[in-house]
């Protein structure tokens, strides 16, 4: 079982995960100033254990060679990181594989 930001859930558990991933978005730092920056969108899958610290991941499934991608998933990584310890969030998405978008389109606005 997978909880994916775009995924049906119930409302506590979709708002929850909708908050993660404006948090996420948040301490994200994509490059938008070079060219296709704009356009890097990177998704991430990990665990979070019931402490709030990623035990599997973060990994990037949609992998692609470009170097611009390939920084803005590093920097996604880095923000999963950073973020921790996620201790406000429903048990539900605790101990499952989540996925979150990083979107740059949104992002760089």
């Known amino acids: 079982r997978s909880i994916r930001g775009s995924a049906p859930a119930d409302a506590g558990t979709q708002a929850a995960l909708d908050a993660l991933t404006r948090r996420l978005a948040r301490l994200w730092n994509p490059n938008c100033d070079v060219p296709g920056g704009k356009s890097v969108q990177i998704t991430l899958d ?4 019931s402490n709030g610290r990623v035990v599997k991941g973060p990994d990037w499934s949609n992998q692609r ?3 611009v991608w390939v920084a803005g998933a590093n920097r996604a990584k880095a923000a ?8 406000d969030l429903p048990p539900e998405l605790y101990n499952v594989p989540l996925r979150i978008k990083f979107d740059a389109t949104k992002a760089c606005g």
Do not use: E, W
Not at 46 to 49: E, G, M, N, Q, R
Not at 80 to 87: C, E
């Open 80 to 87: 999963v990181n950073q973020g921790q310890p996620y201790g």
């Open 65 to 67: 060679g470009d170097n």
């Open 46 to 49: 990990f665990t979070l254990s």
